[in-house]
């Protein structure tokens, strides 16, 4: 199983980017996958889920309106799409998932939210 995040970079106040979580070893469709950020000295912060239903759990308030998750069943990939971005968004992105955890399991959890699969993460820089 792999989980192969990408599509992070630098960007200025009020842009956007395209974050993709690439799945090999499972099919999206199997379990649930989530978008988690990180900056370092603090915690892992869960942002959104996709259910392997394609129902949606927004995890962070402070995206919502902004960050959409999507998935795309013929690439085998969840997709993080993020408008209007502000410094406070800068962080590393992962994508997590666990064949015995939902969604409204991992808004529930903190830490390492439990999950047996995890991506590397990809950087993402807001400046002001």
């Known amino acids: 199983v792999q989980l192969q995040a990408s599509g992070g970079g630098l960007v200025q106040f009020g842009e956007s980017l395209r974050l993709a979580c690439s799945v090999s070893?499972?099919?999206?469709?199997?379990?649930?996958i989530a978008w988690f950020r990180q900056v370092p000295g603090k915690a892992r912060e869960g942002v959104s889920c996709i259910s392997s239903g394609n129902e949606i759990t927004m995890l962070s308030d402070s995206v919502k309106g902004r960050f959409t998750i999507s998935k795309d069943n013929a690439k085998n990939t969840v997709y993080l799409q993020m408008t209007n971005l502000r410094p406070e968004d800068t962080a590393r992105y992962y994508c997590g998932a666990d064949p015995k955890t939902s969604c409204d399991q991992i808004a529930g959890r903190r830490g390492l939210f439990g999950l047996d699969y995890w991506g590397k993460g990809t950087q993402v820089t807001v400046s002001s």
């Open positions: 070893g499972f099919s999206v469709n199997d379990y649930d």
